[in-house]
């Protein structure tokens, strides 16, 4: 089955079509340009965009798998979480084109979509180990981080066992670059910084060490590095702001596998994988290997471009409903929020995210 995926929750505009979990094209319009003097996604300015990026982006995509819209078998949006407006857009898009050609669609929710990006095969990468459930999941991204218990592809089946309580990975990364004036988006450029510096001189304390925890938090770091810049003055391109960025990411980084091992542990799941855009980041990557070694664990790391935001990922993840029979089409609904369900620790079993 052929899929057409659109993505449009946040600050990209994507295409991509699949077979299965086959690659055959991966289009991404990146908006970065138009929110970086802001400092962060203006969600107005992020819905226009959409709009005007949609159809080149759609068609880049059919022309990169060398087909047309009528060889499409079914579609799949993302339908949450999100930007209301941003997602709509692509919502409307897609459904436009499933009516059009009457053909099934499917709603994805985006989170899902990342859990399972790590068993996307693109083309010029090594390929990825075959898809199999259960395993431990942990999705950093710029919107979210939490740490999942996957029991197959469905977002009912995606349990999250802890969550940040404040700011998300990829935005705690944001926040501190531009505290320090890097620019957005923040994680590959402290990410760059922090390979050079020394994460030893400068001392930031570790966010929610306790390890029977299995939340996360980022906003105490945060205001850490904005209270060592305001006692110390904000560091120019020096190496100062290369060993603050290492202290900064050393804490980010540790904290996440930590967690991450804690649930892998508890739930007794020895597959790891990573998602999200934060999971492009060297030094998680670097360290998750030493986190979970072979031949106790499997680890499975998605490429950098498997990781970030994509519309693969969408298409991969609505392809296991479309393959059942779904069809969303006339009642299709669009949610800030995931669907994908809470585990309380108290032991009253999953509920779903609350409003
Ligand atoms: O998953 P993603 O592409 O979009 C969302 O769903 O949010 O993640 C974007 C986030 C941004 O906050 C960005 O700063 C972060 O991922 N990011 C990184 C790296 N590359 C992207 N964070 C740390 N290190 C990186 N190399
Ligand atoms: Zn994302």
């Not at 209270?227 to 804490?251: H, I, K, M, Y």
């Not at 999971?279 to 070694?293: G, H, I, K, T």
């Not at 994509?310 to 991969?316: L, V, W």
């Not at 779904?326 to 669009?334: I, K, P, V």
Request: glycine content about 10%.
């Amino acid at each position: 089955m052929l899929v057409l995926g659109i993505e449009s929750s946040c600050d990209e505009t994507a295409a991509a079509v699949v077979r299965g979990n086959q690659v055959l094209s991966d289009v991404v319009h990146s908006q970065i340009a138009v929110h970086a003097e802001y400092g962060g996604v203006v969600p107005e300015l992020a819905a226009r965009d959409h709009l005007v990026h949609l159809r080149p982006v759609v068609e880049a995509a059919l022309a990169q798998a060398n087909v047309t819209l009528h060889d499409i078998d079914a579609f799949a949006v993302t339908c949450q979480p999100g930007l209301s407006g941003a997602l709509l857009m692509g919502m409307n898009f897609g459904s436009s084109l499933a009516f059009a050609l009457d053909r099934p669609l499917v709603g994805v929710d985006h989170l899902a979509g990342h859990l399972l990006a790590g068993f996307l095969a693109f083309p010029t990468e090594a390929p990825p180990p075959p898809l199999s459930f259960p395993f431990i999941g942990l999705l950093a991204s710029g919107g979210h981080t939490g740490v999942y218990e996957v029991l197959g592809p469905e977002p009912e089946q995606m349990h999250q066992h802890g969550g940040t309580r404040d700011d998300a990975a990829g935005e705690a990364y944001d926040k501190v670059a531009k505290l320090l004036g890097l620019g957005y988006p923040g994680g590959p450029v402290i990410d760059r910084l922090a390979q050079q510096g020394d994460p030893d001189r400068i001392f930031l304390a570790a966010p929610m060490a306790d390890k029977a925890q299995l939340d996360l938090s980022f906003s105490g770091l945060k205001t850490n590095v904005m209270r060592w810049v305001s006692e110390n003055g904000r560091p120019q391109n020096d190496q100062t702001l290369r060993d603050l960025c290492a202290a900064f990411q050393r804490r980010v980084v540790e904290s996440l596998l930590k967690k991450t091992r804690a649930a892998a542990e508890l739930r007794g799941i020895s597959r790891v994988v990573l998602a999200g855009g934060v999971a492009a980041n060297s030094e998680l990557r670097r360290r998750a290997a030493e986190f979970f070694p072979a031949p106790d664990y499997e680890l499975v790391l998605p490429s950098r471009r498997a990781a970030t935001d994509n519309a693969a990922m969408i298409a991969y993840a609505g392809s296991f409903s479309l393959a059942a029979g779904r069809d969303d089409r006339g009642n299709l609904t669009m949610s800030p929020r995931t669907r994908l369900v809470t585990v309380t620790r108290k032991g009253a079993g999953p509920r779903p995210e609350g409003p």
